[in-house]
């Protein structure tokens, strides 16, 4: 099993749809959890971070699922601008992290 | 808050020359700073993570007298691809952690590198 694993997509959503898509990891013993967005030939930026007890920021909500080991990013009401690749980031051991190879996102106008 | 920059944001190379590639922790203190490596269409890699005052830890397969890391202060860590050749071509992003704020990692824009 890899380490972080994300469904490539992509994902082609209309404008104002919801869309969610999951990241599957396979340390149990991950303690911080992460989604980053990334525009074309650009940096990450942080975009979240994921608590166990879930949590939501305007229109994006993330969840942690421990007992299955995975992740899960929701957009509601979804722009334009939300296209993007979204990374599934986990901290492997200490300090390092792990970065998933990222869900391609389209919004369609 | 947690600003990154990094320079130059794009270099043109020959072969065989070496590039200095420059990562700043504008409004706080980076007691840890990452170098990424991210080829077309590909994920980020990490290259090596370099606490300030102390030697970079490298990842397995990265090469240390190739690309040279040094973390002097706490707002400052360079990285230098020393005898560039074409395969090094890729965008180099670094990356900075404050320990007050978490494990976040703030992301610099990135260098992208052309060897020819």
């Known amino acids: 099993r890899k380490e972080v694993e994300q469904d490539p997509g992509p994902f082609n959503v209309p404008e104002g749809a919801t869309v969610a898509f999951n990241c599957t990891y396979s340390?149990?013993?991950?303690?911080?959890f992460f989604w980053y967005r990334q525009d074309c030939r650009k940096e990450p930026k942080l975009l979240m971070s994921?608590?166990?007890s879930g949590n939501e920021d305007g229109r994006f909500t993330a969840q942690l699922n421990r007992a299955s080991q995975y992740i899960s990013l929701l957009i509601r009401d979804s722009k334009l601008s939300d296209s993007a690749t979204y990374l599934c980031v986990v901290n492997k051991e200490n300090d390092k992290i792990i970065f998933g190879k990222g869900t391609r996102l389209h919004i369609l106008p | 808050g947690a600003v990154v920059s990094q320079h130059p944001s794009w270099v043109i190379c020959k072969s065989g020359t070496s590039v200095k590639i420059e990562c700043r922790s504008l409004d706080f203190q980076a007691t840890t700073m990452f170098w990424y490596r991210q080829f077309p269409k590909q994920s980020l890699m990490l290259m090596a993570t370099s606490n300030e005052g102390s030697k970079a830890t490298y990842e397995q397969g990265v090469e240390k007298d190739k690309f040279l890391i040094n973390h002097a202060s706490l707002t400052l860590s360079t990285l230098t691809v020393t005898s560039a050749h074409p395969e090094d071509s890729s965008f180099y992003i670094c990356?900075?952690?404050?320990?007050?704020?978490?494990?976040?990692?703030?992301f610099g824009p990135g260098t992208r590198l052309t060897v020819t």
């Open positions: 994921v608590y166990s």
């Open positions: 990356s900075a952690r404050d320990w007050a704020r978490g494990l976040e990692q703030y």
């Open positions: 340390n149990s013993a991950s303690q911080s």
